[in-house]
């Protein structure tokens, strides 16, 4: 069997010789690049956006919230998906697409959690950066950032000390108690 892939390099198609070369499986697998679309606020704020992923597992006596961290493009940290909304783009469309590309999940997202003023590390830049819970319904095997990132399922008492970013933790508290109040209704 023989392998044929599409020339368009940001949708790369799974073609198979065998059988009158019927498609067998479509996979995106090119993260966005570049900031020529990027937005920015009447101040010069950077807005970024991101989820926290998270899933519930069962124990013995109840069901136990879990978040999806990965780490920085540096290996040094780990922190929730995020990145940069762009003009073309609406706010929830950009967190999924950040979060596949970052995190390789796909689920539902859900009201925001917040908004955060931040100072980059890296560029010393403001940023607005706004959270959401994205309910994860798949874990994929192939994501366009999966050679440069780790992810790791966690508690979130666990994620609330491997996070680096005092914002996000804010996030992560947000949604844990948002998720008491439902279970709590």
């Known amino acids: 069997m023989g392998l044929l892939l599409s020339k368009n390099p940001s949708n790369f198609v799974l073609l198979s010789y065998f059988l009158n070369m019927v498609p067998l499986k479509k996979v995106d ?38 978040v999806l961290v990965i780490s920085s493009q540096n290996g040094k940290g780990m922190l929730f998906p995020k990145g940069g909304w762009e003009m073309d783009e609406d706010i929830k469309d950009a967190a999924l697409r950040e979060t596949f590309e970052e995190a390789g999940v796909r689920g539902v997202v859900e009201e925001k ?16 950066g706004h959270m959401f819970p994205l309910l994860v319904k798949k874990e ?31 996030a992560l508290k947000e949604l844990i108690d948002r998720q008491k109040k439902i279970s709590n209704l």
Do not use: F
């Open 29 to 66: 697998v090119v993260a966005r690049t570049g900031r020529h679309l990027q937005r920015y606020d009447t101040v010069g704020y950077r807005q970024v956006v991101g989820c926290i992923p998270y899933r519930y597992r069962k124990t013995n006596k109840s069901k136990e919230l879990e």
């Open 140 to 170: 994929l095997d192939q994501w366009p950032e999966q050679n440069i990132r780790q992810r790791k399922w966690m508690t979130a008492t666990e994620a609330r000390e491997v996070c680096q970013q005092g914002w996000m933790k804010e």
């Open 113 to 128: 959690l917040g908004r955060w003023c931040y100072k980059s590390k890296r560029c010393d830049i403001m940023h607005n």
